[in-house]
């Protein structure tokens, strides 16, 4: 067999095994044979560089290292969400769509990834160029490191002139524990949560970092599709979906009671989703619906101040603590980190880890009149 159709061969059958593994989560090949074959095209193209393409799975984790990253404008805003935070703000939202639409319109409902948003372009069918949301109009060139996330297709069935999707990278919880653990047997400070560390990740200047970090992406939105038409949201999603890509789960509802069900269900079976479900938003429905009702004791070693850009949303935090603070006793603590403590008694190396300054806060139920 000639060599560029050997590669070729090899291209294609990794490019589709990966999208079975990491997509479908249905792999019909063992991972041995996927790195001997892997291992085989490696060879092939140190002996025929000039055969090298952008698609070939050989090409995810770069070997340099990168400067800083370059702004870049969206062809496509990435428009923020209106948020909403109760039954009754949805009820409202319904009305007044139905004043606007009539009667009769569908609403995709899917979970709200508590994520990184970003941005990814295809020509020709082939990825060419990945960006962070930034402010919606302009963001970050990351192309090098969303190449290190197997779950986004190289290459796609359909080569469109060009294609943008939207999609939300994220670290899974499984992958965060398992880092912190590692984190923390090392004395390395712990990460907040798995949305900074996938927000961290994704900025590495070094892909082969970002790559260890083992990040993972839902796509939920259809940009661009030149020469492509669609009728509906849900059409889109069933476009991207044969295109390779890992899709937000979804469903298609028109009832209000329906929608408002589904709602439920999604935060009733939040656990069961490998990503965090906007976590911030769903913090804010426990405490409002406490707020004055009934007592919440929590902790945090976070200061105040810090709660926006953990969150990532600064109006959000404020309301949060707003509601904490109003009725709230708080009980300052310092000390030694029980987890330290534990690392001694195993000889771990703790120099990196300082002494812990925590908050015990209550939020107390009213006295009611009798």
Known sequence: MDYREEMKQLRDFLNQQSYLYYVLDAPVIPDYEYDRLNRRLEELEAEHPEEITPDSPTQRVGDKILEGFETYEHPVPLESLQDVFNAEEVSEFLDRMREALGDGAAYSVEPKVDGLSVALEYRDGVFVRGATRGDGRVGEDVTENLKTIRAIPMQLPEKLPRLIVRGEVYMSRAVFAEINARRELEGKPLMANPRNAAAGSLRQLDPKICAERK????????????????????????????????????????????????????????????????????????????????????????????????????????????????????????????????????????????????????????????
Not at 258 to 273: G, P, T
Not at 303 to 326: C, M, N, P, Q, Y
């Open 215 to 370: 990040l993972d992406i839902q796509v939920f939105n259809l940009q661009l599709a030149e020469g492509k038409t669609f009728q509906n949201h849900s059409e889109t999603l069933d476009y991207m979906a044969s295109q390779h890509f890992k899709v937000i789960p979804h469903k298609t509802l028109s009832d209000p009671a329906e929608i408002q069900a589904e709602i439920d269900r999604i935060n009733e079976e939040r656990m069961d989703y490998p990503f965090d479900i906007d976590g911030a938003r769903l913090l804010y429905q426990i405490i409002a619906g406490s707020y004055e009702r009934r007592s919440i004791i929590f902790t945090t070693n976070i200061e105040f101040s810090k709660w926006g850009t953990v969150f990532a949303d600064d109006k959000l935090a404020a309301a949060i603590i707003d509601r904490i603070v109003h009725h709230g006793r708080l009980l300052e603590f310092t000390g030694q980190s029980r987890r330290v403590s534990e690392a001694l008694m195993f000889g771990r190396n703790t120099s990196a880890q300082p002494e812990k300054k925590g908050k015990c806060m209550q939020l107390p139920k009213p006295e009611k009149n009798t």
